[in-house]
């Protein structure tokens, strides 16, 4: 029982999600209810599909995963409603941003003690994930960890010290030490060794290791039966379908063993899982790597008294040690099969297993869990005083992080039908009569593909608008030229043309984003063929800008094949083509690539920064940053406002520069590859020019006038002399759109990683 504490939140997936998370902290919860009945507790889950979850009436508010706004709201719900101790639940990816760096903003925020609770511990953490937790560390008062090798882990690798680690054995429903045969015939398995494996399925428990042991076992032990009780985890699921459970049924099929397997497939609950558990002779878990450091599932097994056969991965190396269960080497199906055959032979071992595993187990029934749990919320809560509470820091105008738009894609919408998006527009209304064209298509594509992961992305699903715009390059790729065409009437036919080497390299820029960042399994499959295709017909092109656009396309492909040779040698054929340009051109008064600049002129130096990153190249990385400052400085105006270069004349060497018509393609191009400059230098200036720029389409241009129409949701194409041009067309509304969600992100990362921006 707690003295001091009123109110708890618990923080994490909750059921009637299916996952691991969500099942612990559910128990958690509800088990600290049963032991605290006078304690208000408040569950805080984290859902991560759109539709929801039908939660229970303990769920008082929800986090939507990719949604930072949230994470700041269920702060503010959290102080608001004068919490006592928060207990957050932490695993990298269930938490939004990159290496779910979201939560940090939530917990930044708090005023009262956080305790947290550790299921993923890297021993080879990311630089990011690194970050991520020495931060959620540091913000936590106490730290709770399931094995010794967690502390040693966090002792060795984050340098935190001894006395804010927790170690409290993973939770268990307390069950009665009972006979196997006692539930056999409930399930049809009367007179029958059970042997058995649990949990959410997926390629990495292994399963295929225990059936091809099977075979033999079956040879000398006919009557035994081999159950896997648990649905496909729900992510394989939206991504591959049945693929793995359809590959394990296959695969009893050709090793004659199909009647002595049982698949249950669906998420037991609670009651059923104990039945089943019981009536197991044998439990396994022959999960496949080393690096898990906590296992519910063996947990469970252990404490309600199974003998257990299992690989060595962290927690059961521990658990298991000293003849607590039998450890075989991983991936070892004849290891396997021989520790199943010794413990059906050997009763009287297989029965003393099971005995001290119950009685060893003991400790861990969520009763006595919850208990210590308790007893640290009320220490956490006596020793951060009122005084020595964490306060909100405010921050002065010039340090915060910028107010952006909302995301709006009403016109997207309106400019998009079953074929893909519509060139022009007029006024707000798409224009019919020009068609479309591949190059906003790509366009499009790429803004999906940047929202999906942004958590925005709703009405750009696999069956909307995003697989159109795909579907769009796959048709104008033209196999008998090897070249994508660009220009599609609205009657469905091509106009011809001579195929634009520009349009082949935004397609290719396209289709490596979609291969890079997406989640859609489909999208990218067909992208990899697609890209294979076209960048093979590609290493001949002479514009530069095509050079920059293929660059870009390889940069993120690499994101996912880092190891393709062929590609990384046309990231260094290209890239070396394009710094060599720059060199031949550059010199102290003019440091560019060609003799004037014309159009989306800053992908160039773009390229470079990522060419040089990729490749290690500081001197191509050099190349870019100052290219890129000097064209910063050409498009700065007197004022300090971004002033592009107009599209009504190039501007030459030497010559004056064009002032009008200024397009939205530039503000993108320059703002994207200022980000990028942020992203590889941390210099804060990159990020301050990122901001100015993006200003331009709300006013802070020539003209004092906004081009962006917050009504509609579109961007106006260009800046005149003296007005602008009303008409919203595809390439304006795209580049807006592409500027505010590249914006969005990196204020979203600066947000969840530290605040103020650094200096």
């Known amino acids: 029982m707690v003295s001091n504490i009123k109110k708890v939140a618990f923080i994490g997936n909750y059921l009637p999600r299916r996952c691991g998370i969500a099942t612990f902290t559910t128990d958690l919860c509800e088990s600290f209810a049963a032991i605290n009945p006078s304690v208000q507790l408040f569950a805080i889950p984290v859902t991560d599909i759109k539709e929801g979850y039908d939660y229970p009436e303990r769920v008082r508010f929800e986090i939507k ?22 207990c957050l639940q932490h695993e990298f990816g ?61 002792q060795s690798v984050h340098k935190i010290h001894a006395s804010k680690i927790l170690l409290i054995p993973h939770g268990i429903p307390d069950v009665s030490f009972i006979d196997p045969s006692f539930y056999k015939d409930q399930y049809g398995v009367e007179g029958k060794t059970v042997l058995l494996t649990f949990g959410l399925l997926a390629p990495h428990k292994g399963i295929e290791v225990v059936l091809r042991a099977l075979p033999k076992v079956l040879k000398e032990h006919p009557n035994t039966v081999y159950i896997v009780v648990g649905a496909t985890h729900p992510n394989l699921l939206r991504h591959e379908g049945e693929a793995y459970r359809l590959f394990l049924q296959r695969l009893c099929d050709e090793l004659g063993i199909s009647k002595n397997v049982i698949f249950h ?34 947990a469970y097994s252990f404490g309600v008294g199974n003998a257990v056969i299992s690989t060595p991965y962290w927690h059961a190396a521990e658990l298991l040690s000293d003849g607590k269960g039998i450890l075989v080497p991983f991936n070892d199906s004849e290891a396997i099969g021989q520790s199943i055959m010794r413990l059906i032979a050997n009763e009287n071992e297989r029965n003393a297993m099971r005995k001290n595993a119950y009685l060893l187990g003991r400790e861990m029934i969520w009763s006595n869990v919850v208990l210590r749990y308790a007893s640290i919320f009320e220490e956490s809560r006596i020793k951060r005083s009122p005084v020595t509470q964490k306060k909100i820091t405010m921050h002065p105008l010039e340090q915060q992080l910028p107010v952006l738009p909302e995301l709006k894609l009403d016109h997207l919408a309106r400019m998009t039908d079953s074929i893909g998006i519509f060139q022009h527009a007029t006024f707000n209304v798409p224009n019919f009569s020009e068609g479309y064209c591949t190059d906003d298509n790509a366009r499009a594509l790429i803004l999906s593909v ?11 699903t696999t069956s ?13 790729w033209d196999p008998s030229i090897s070249r994508f065409r660009n220009f599609l009437a609205f009657q469905r036919n091509w106009i011809e043309e001579v195929p634009s080497e520009d349009c082949h390299g935004r397609a290719l820029w396209a289709i490596g984003t979609c291969i890079g960042q997406s989640r859609n399994e489909g999208f990218v499959q067909m992208s990899v063929e697609l890209f294979e295709r076209a960048l093979a017909s590609s ?18 492909y690499l994101q996912r ?40 002129d800053a992908k160039l130096p773009h390229a470079l920064l990522v060419s040089g990153h990729d490749l290690d190249n500081e001197e191509m990385l050099k190349a870019g940053i100052d290219s890129l400052n000097w064209l910063v ?62 200003q331009w389409f709300l006013g802070g241009n020539d003209l004092g006038i906004s081009l962006y129409d917050p009504v509609t949701g579109g961007c106006c194409d260009g800046l005149h002399i003296d007005r602008v041009n009303r008409n919203q067309g595809a390439e304006s509304t795209l580049s807006f759109l592409l500027s505010l969600t590249e914006m969005t992100q990196m204020v979203n990362i600066l947000e969840s990683l530290k605040e103020p921006l650094e200096e």
């Not at 080879?124 to 094995?147: F, W």
């Not at 001949?540 to 993120?556: K, Q, V």
């Not at 200036?685 to 990122?690: F, G, I, K, L, M």
């Open 539 to 556: 290493t001949g092109f002479n514009s530069p800008r095509a050079w920059a656009f293929i660059l870009l396309g390889i940069h993120e």
């Open 94 to 154: 269930i938490f939004g941003g990159d290496a779910g760096s979201y939560i940090l903003t939530l917990l930044r925020q708090l005023k009262m003690p956080i305790i947290t609770t550790l299921h993923t511990v890297l021993q080879q953490p990311s630089a990011r994930q690194k970050r991520v937790m020495d931060e959620l560390l540091e913000l936590s008062d106490y730290v709770v960890v399931m094995t010794q090798k967690a502390i040693d882990i966090l």
């Open 450 to 460: 940047l929202l999906e992961n942004l958590g925005s992305g709703n009405l750009l």
């Open 633 to 694: 400085k050409m498009q700065t105006s007197a004022r300090g406002h971004f002033q592009p270069v107009g599209s009504d004349g190039a501007f030459h060497r030497g010559g004056v520069k064009p002032l009008f018509d200024q397009q939205p393609v530039e503000a993108y191009s320059t703002i994207s590859a200022c980000l990028e400059a942020y992203r590889v230098t941390k210099d804060k200036v990159w990020y301050d020019e990122a901001s100015n720029v993006f």
């Open 65 to 86: 995963e990719q949604d930072i706004t949230s994470y700041k709201a269920a702060a503010d719900f959290l102080n608001f409603n004068n919490m006592d101790v928060v």
């Open 265 to 298: 497939n669906r998420f037991a609950s609670l009651e059923e899982l104990k039945e089943l558990l019981v009536l197991a002779d044998i439990y396994i878990t022959p999960y496949l790597q080393e690096a898990q450091i906590v296992s519910g599932t063996l």
């Open 464 to 476: 909307g608008m995003a697989s159109r715009y795909l579907g769009f390059l796959k048709y104008a």
């Open 561 to 600: 094949f880092h190891g393709d040779r062929l590609v990384r040698n046309c990231l260094q054929v290209l890239a070396t083509r394009l710094h060599d340009l720059y060199k031949a051109n550059t010199d102290v008064e003019w440091l560019w690539f060609e003799s004037s600049l014309t159009y989306c």
